[in-house]
């Protein structure tokens, strides 16, 4: 084989390896993009959560309170009943 047919084997190599490269490069970037988008959701999602915990923990003072004033009406009830006729 002459050294012409080597060196042309050779450059069609060289040319595949840099559409390889060049293919390998574009997902890296859009593997890069996909990780930023993941990680913004992912931030997102972790705020709407806090904001959940944030209300649940005023929906459970407030039950708190409720509770409260149901048991403090019936106290007071039961005892003006029991006052009255004793």
Avoid at 6 to 20: D, M, P, T
Avoid at 26 to 42: F, M, P
Avoid at 76 to 83: A, M, S
Wanted: aromatic share 8%; net charge negative.
């Amino acid at each position: 084989m002459s050294a012409q047919h080597f060196e042309g084997r050779l450059s069609r190599i060289e040319g595949a390896y840099e559409q390889v490269a060049d293919r390998l490069n574009s997902i890296d970037a859009g593997i890069a993009g996909l990780r930023h988008d993941v990680t913004e959701r992912l931030g997102q999602i972790g705020h709407q959560f806090a904001q959940i915990g944030e209300r649940f923990g005023q929906m459970d003072q407030r039950f708190t309170w409720g509770i409260g004033l149901i048991v403090t009406s019936w106290t007071t009830t039961i005892l003006t009943v029991l006052l009255r006729h004793g």
